[in-house]
């Protein structure tokens, strides 16, 4: 009988491990969004104040720059008051949806797909508008950094430091080093990979939340990796995602997420008007977007003056 005791006891064990796995793998970082859905100006609903901190993140919502004209900062509570249904139609605005300032369905699901960590309207500058004498009917809508920031050198060098292993990603560096030549292609730089001890101009790593760059990341199904303007050359990858290759219905592709980060790297915002640009902040579990859009082309040509 103890044999059979042991067997029923694994079995058991087993099963609690999987029921675990399965669990956390459902884990999304934007779920309290589903359970805000209909929620709208003068209601007080429990999570509302996640919602603020979302449209915080991605510069939609600053409260130090609403005037309070009943004296009441409702920053940190979960009140639907004025400033936050502003900020739901600015978001509604930048992705093309129907203005409400409610969370509607459609809203909803938008602001629940994983997405890049960089802010999709804070300190930026638009451009919209004809950008090419050869592409004199191509409009475009690429967004730089405020300020323009640009390198100032086009040969540039990096290297990877990661605080923690992801399943996964043993190819990271010629995954990278495809991405960056996705760029390269199209542009003046030239990218060079170094020893992870030597000097370098970008650095590359997988880390979990609070990873000292003031840049938190939040675990599966919210943003999945961020990147800073030039010339400050941190990319982060978020450890806690799915990480693939060649991505299943539920992970994301490690290619696709590196040309994107790679352009903001080199000074691109995010372009939320071509959902098939590589610089659309959002992405979809399972599939793959490795290859630059017209937009991207134009964006990067026009940063640094290549289309002269």
């Not at 694994?10 to 929620?39: N, P, Q, R, Y």
Request: proline fraction near 4%; include cysteine; glycine fraction near 8%.
């Amino acid at each position: 009988m103890a044999p059979k005791i042991q067997l029923l006891g694994a079995i058991l064990l087993l099963l609690v491990m999987l029921s675990i796995d399965t669990t956390e793998s459902k884990h999304d970082a934007f779920e309290f969004i589903e359970h805000l859905k209909g929620c709208h100006k003068g209601q007080n609903v429990s999570g509302v104040h996640q919602l603020k901190q979302y449209l915080k993140t991605f510069g939609y919502l600053n409260y130090n720059a609403v005037k309070h004209h009943n004296h009441t900062n409702h920053a940190n509570d979960d009140f639907y008051d004025d400033a936050l249904e502003s900020a739901v139609k600015s978001y509604q605005q930048q992705y093309h949806l129907k203005v409400t300032g409610t969370l509607d369905p459609e809203t909803v699901k938008e602001m629940t797909m994983p997405r890049c960590g960089v802010p999709d309207i804070t300190n930026k500058t638009h451009h919209h508008g004809h950008h090419s004498r050869k592409l004199i009917h191509a409009v475009s809508h690429y967004q730089f950094f405020r300020g323009n920031p640009r390198w100032r050198k086009s040969q540039l060098t990096y290297r990877f430091r990661s605080s923690v292993s992801v399943p996964g990603t043993a190819n990271i560096r010629s995954i990278c080093a495809r991405a960056f030549q996705k760029w390269a292609q199209v542009s003046h730089f030239t990218f060079q990979e170094v020893n992870p001890n030597a000097a370098a101009d970008i650095e590359i790593g997988f880390h979990r939340g609070n990873h000292g760059d003031g840049a938190n990341f939040d675990g599966p199904g919210g943003t999945l990796a961020h990147a800073f303007a030039p010339t400050v050359g941190h990319f982060h990858f978020d450890a806690q995602e799915f990480w693939s290759e060649n991505p299943g219905p539920d992970q994301v592709d490690l290619e696709s997420v590196a040309v994107h980060e790679i352009g903001h790297l080199l000074g691109l915002g995010h372009d939320d008007t071509v959902p098939d640009a590589i610089m659309y902040s959002k992405f979809s579990y399972g599939t793959t977007k490795r290859n630059l859009h017209a937009d991207d082309i134009r964006g990067i040509r026009a940063l640094y003056g290549l289309n002269k």
